[in-house]
């Protein structure tokens, strides 16, 4: 069965349809990269699979049970089980890089701070921040603020991560510092969501690519498939397009 399954899914931005007919499997540790130019739908699939958008029609199974976004318990199940990180890192400004992590298992999940912090610490630590547990956001670069973002998402420990373009807002230098953290959630077996424009880490890291284009999957496959033996005329225009820069 598995972990993941979207059907017929189908949201809008007021009257605006914005995603249609979204189909898509995800096995457990699967990681799959979602591509395709702005406004395709990408960013969006994400939104709406926390709940950040309700969908207007089909549905979303996670471990084979139904999810009812509109039912506030479920709502707050849903974001038990996945953690999204954006590429703003919207940490607290007022607070050190522990509490960062440590304030919504705490606050929202009511965990023991004592348990939380020992997990934070760990957590800090493997994604490169141990050193830097009583800095502030301001005293960060934006890759380390990143990675204490990434830090924090696991700290609600989901089954499922959703990263929207986390190295978009970074300077070049500091790219690969965030995809080496990225790299190191898939080497753990994590089932990743991942939006890029990072084609070579797609590539790499990938499970499955999901071409996106107006709101619809045009075509999905292996990296293999996608880059070098597209199906699809638009998904042949779009890595034609990309790989020539």
Excluded at 19 to 35: H, P, Q, T
Excluded at 38 to 55: H, I
């Amino acid at each position: 069965m598995p972990q993941l399954e979207i059907h017929d899914l189908k949201a809008n931005y007021g009257t605006h349809t914005v995603l249609e007919r979204i189909n898509l499997d995800v096995e457990k540790g699967e990681i799959i990269s979602l591509i395709g130019p702005s406004g395709s739908g990408k960013s969006t699939l994400l939104r709406v699979l926390m709940g950040l958008l309700p969908p207007i029609s089909g549905g979303v199974r996670v471990d084979g049970r139904s999810l009812d976004y509109a039912n506030p318990a479920q709502l707050r199940e849903i974001r038990a089980s996945m953690a999204i990180v954006f590429q703003q890192y919207n940490l607290f400004q007022n607070m050190s890089v522990l509490e960062n992590v440590c304030v919504a298992p705490v606050k929202v999940q009511r965990r023991a701070r004592k348990e939380v912090e020992e997990l934070a610490v760990r957590l800090l630590t493997k994604v490169g921040m141990g050193n830097k547990l009583d800095a502030y956001p301001d005293q960060l670069s934006g890759g380390q603020q990143q990675r204490v973002a990434i830090a924090r998402a696991l700290a609600l420990q989901p089954s499922i991560m959703l990263l929207d373009e986390v190295t978009a807002a970074l300077d070049p230098e500091l790219v690969n510092e965030v995809l080496d953290t990225v790299r190191m959630l898939a080497a753990d077996g994590m089932t990743l969501f991942i939006v890029s424009h990072e084609m070579g880490f797609v590539r790499e890291v990938s499970s499955k690519v999901v071409f996106m284009d107006g709101g619809h999957i045009v075509e999905s496959g292996t990296p293999r498939e996608l880059f070098d033996n597209p199906q699809h005329a638009r998904t042949r225009e779009f890595v034609g397009k990309i790989l020539r820069h």
